[in-house]
Structures are given as C-alpha cells and as structure tokens.
C-alpha cells in the first residue's frame, strides 16, 4: 500500500491475555519502529529494526513485550499476560532508511484498551 | 537524557491568525528535528523535517526554523484555518535512535 498499515485498529481484550499487533511498513523502507502513546506519557519508543541488524530493544518496558519482523518486512508486536497499564495507542513508523536524514512516516495505530 | 518541550500545551485562536509554536530541547547534538500533525483518533502526519544543518524549512502556509545552538525550533502557521486544528508535536533524532517527541501542543483554530 501507499502509506503504513497496522491492524487491528481497535482491540479490546481481557487482563492476563496476550495479544498480537501488526505493522506493514511502506514498501522498500528497511527501517522499522514501535512507539507508545499513552494519557500522561506522550509517545516513547519501544523497538528499532533496521534490515537485518539486530534489533534495538532498549524501550520494551518489560519482557512481557516482544517483537520480531519477517522477511525485512511485516513487523509484529507481541504484549504478553496484559496489564492495565499497557492500555495505549501502539503506533508504527517506516522509514526508507535508518540514517538521519529520511523522515518516518507513521500508521494510524491500534488502540488497545485492557480490561 | 534528551528532553523535548512545547510551549503553549494548547492554543485557541480565530480563523486567520498567524501563530508559532514552539520546541525546546535539551541536548542539541541531533541530526534533525521533525514536526508532525496528529488528528484525533490518527496517527501522525509528517509536515516539516529539517536538518542539523538547515536553518529553516517550508512548505506551503508553514515554516519551521531550527536554532540548534540554543535548542530551539519553532513552527509558524500563516493564515490559520479550522482545518489546522489538530495536536502538533515536534520530534529530535540523533543518528540511527529513535525519535524524542515532544509534549504536543492541542491547537484549536474556530471558524
């Protein structure tokens, strides 16, 4: 697609449940990032994939939280045993490379509200 | 630690004003400075990217400057309208690192 796709756009789902957010990045874009964004925090960064480098992990707030990106392409986002406070917009960003000087270019995110 | 500040948290001024709002930074070792617009419900639009080394950058009725020595940008909206109306939120980037957002500033233009 043109822009930078993430699914679901809503979900809703109990405490202790696991959940599954997905990110299409724009095509051809080798970078990949997960931010947060949630009432009283603003938005933080959660991981960076760029190619096939290891990831950079240093914003997971938890080892309940993981993500993997296959094929240098679709990213997933994996919350494990949700707490309340996961409750947030998980937004996705592409890039077309993971240098300094090409804008990220963000999807719409998934609201994920935790019961 | 970068810290990334906006002055005013939110704004309300009549169609067809000029405004600027603002974006302090802590550390001025970056590589750019990014703004974007965020809709309700929506993710976020890029509007101006500017380079260490620029001074400014434009596009259309909006202009972003970059003082990098003293840790500031501002971003300047001519002739506002309703449809500007939106949380604006401007970004730092150091080399291959994430972005560093700002605390946004709510903007309301009324008709």
């Known amino acids: 697609g043109a822009g930078v796709s993430q699914s679901p756009s809503n979900k809703v789902t109990e405490k202790g449940k696991d959940v599954e957010l997905r990110c299409d990045p724009i095509?051809?874009?080798?970078?990949l990032y997960w931010y947060r964004q949630s009432l009283g925090q603003g938005l933080e960064f959660l991981i960076y994939f760029q190619g096939n480098s290891a990831p950079d992990k240093s914003g997971l707030p938890s080892d309940r939280f993981s993500a993997e990106r296959t094929g240098g392409s679709v990213s997933t986002l994996t919350i494990q045993r949700t707490q309340q406070e996961d409750s947030a917009v998980y937004l996705c960003a592409s890039s077309s490379q993971g240098g300094d000087n090409q804008p990220q270019h963000f999807g719409d995110g998934t609201r994920l509200s935790i019961l | 630690k970068q810290e990334v500040t906006q002055i005013p948290a939110a704004l309300s001024v009549p169609e067809g004003e000029n405004l600027v709002l603002n974006c302090s930074f802590t550390d001025s070792a970056i590589y750019n400075l990014q703004w974007f617009r965020q809709d309700p419900g929506k993710g976020l639009t890029s509007l101006l990217l500017i380079q260490s080394s620029q001074r400014e950058q434009t596009s259309g009725r909006l202009n972003a400057s970059l003082d990098k020595s003293s840790g500031r940008s501002t971003l300047y909206i001519a002739a506002s309208q309703p449809g500007d109306s939106a949380t604006y939120l401007c970004?730092?980037?150091?080399?291959?690192?994430?972005?560093?957002f700002g605390t946004g500033t709510r903007l309301l233009v009324s008709p």
């Open positions: 095509s051809g874009h080798t970078a």
């Open positions: 970004a730092v980037r150091r080399g291959f690192q994430k972005l560093v």
